[in-house]
């Protein structure tokens, strides 16, 4: 057998392969896909017969899941990014999107000018590692998770799932809970200073009630009902609607929210739709009344006079959202039921639930072991 029979072909073998959806361009297999009722070739990017056959007949499983790469797969990442950031607006609250936008920041940095479908698994595991030794598994997993979800409206992360594993995170819980020396500590050092008092009475709120920080400056007068002693949680303030809710006031915090309304009036907050929290504005602001706030628009936040508190009262590195938590490991402990605990704090997901059962059975535990007394054997 020469070497001239072994590459022919014979006529139905090359009719075989010619009906195999696949063709040759400079080297490289290409195939065609009827996509909206219109033909599109694509390539395979390999030269070898048996791969491309197999790249095609996955392209025509995901064409009938639906799964099909979509035309955003070839845009660059900021401009895909910059549409699925737009189409957030209609179904995640503005704190969701700020946030969501905030997370971009560090991706486009990275896959800038990269085609959607060109990002490999390699690629997002080498942003892990990147950003891993700048800040926590945690933050990492919430940017990779943005990253997936456009990469999801491309219809492209399918074939990325299988390599992708999130980095593991802490699982002993969120946050920090006091004791109840330390909580006086807290607040009796907030009280002595003038210039924290926005910060010392939101603390105050969050401390009994398990209100956000975001949650507290989003507050408009027309949300707080001191006769019925409630403050009312909007959509617009939380992360998700299971968020939204009526939180009943105790004593505490009824006269912290008297006090902060009092502080509000006097810096121009007099409309019903006014914010609990005026934000400071600059000169020249059209909006800024004699005592330099705009009650029209909230505060972004008292971070640097809750460090300064927290760093007088000798708890560095506390924040401000702990005291959430706080809050919650207080009612955990004292035993309400997790639906009512739920219907208090909002969103709390089943593994923070789970988390919180435990501080209460260890409460439990420990109001028992007080029953216990010596016993004398004769």
Not at 301 to 309: I, N, V
Request: one cysteine or more; proline letters at 5%; a positive charge.
């Amino acid at each position: 057998m020469n070497e001239h029979t072994i590459t022919t072909q014979t006529p139905s073998e090359r009719k075989r392969r010619d009906r195999d959806g696949l063709h040759k361009r400079r080297g490289i297999w290409h195939y065609k896909l009827k996509i909206a009722g219109r033909w599109r070739e694509t390539s395979t990017r390999t030269t070898k017969y048996r791969e491309a056959r197999r790249i095609r007949e996955e392209a025509l499983e995901a064409q009938k899941k639906g799964q099909l790469p979509t035309d955003m797969a070839k845009w660059p990442f900021e401009k895909a990014a910059s549409q699925w950031l737009d189409g957030r607006t209609k179904f995640v609250a503005p704190t969701t999107y700020r946030i969501d936008k905030e997370r971009l920041v560090q991706l486009l940095k990275v896959f800038r000018g990269r085609r959607l479908c060109d990002i490999t698994a390699a690629e997002i595991n080498g942003y892990q590692v990147l950003r891993a030794s700048q800040v926590s598994p945690r933050t990492v997993n919430l940017e990779t998770k943005v990253l997936r979800m456009i990469l999801r409206t491309g219809k492209l992360w399918t074939r990325l799932a299988e390599d992708y594993k999130p980095l593991p995170e802490n699982k002993r819980g969120p946050g920090r809970a006091l004791t109840p020396d330390e909580e006086k500590r807290l607040f009796e050092v907030a009280s002595r200073n003038p210039d924290w008092v926005a910060a010392y009475y939101a603390a105050l709120v969050a401390a009994n009630t398990t209100a956000r920080g975001c949650e507290l400056r989003g507050l408009r007068m027309m949300d707080i009902d001191l006769i019925e002693q409630t403050i009312a949680v909007r959509r617009v303030t939380t992360k998700s609607d299971a968020g939204c809710r009526l939180i009943p006031l105790n004593e505490t915090a009824i006269w912290a929210v008297a006090r902060l309304m009092e502080r509000a009036r006097m810096l121009g907050a007099i409309e019903p739709e006014h914010y609990l929290f005026p934000a400071r504005v600059r000169r020249g602001n059209p909006n800024r009344n004699p005592a330099g706030y705009d009650p029209s628009s909230p505060a972004k936040s008292w971070r640097t006079a809750w460090r300064e508190l927290t760093k007088a009262a000798d708890f560095r590195g506390l924040r401000f959202h702990d005291l959430r938590h706080h809050c919650i490991t207080k009612l955990a402990e004292a035993g309400v039921p997790e639906q009512t605990l739920m219907s208090i704090a909002g969103h709390v997901s089943r593994q923070m639930l789970e988390h919180y059962s435990h501080i209460r059975i260890q409460a439990k535990r420990a109001a028992v072991a007080t029953l216990e007394s010596p016993i004398t054997v004769n």
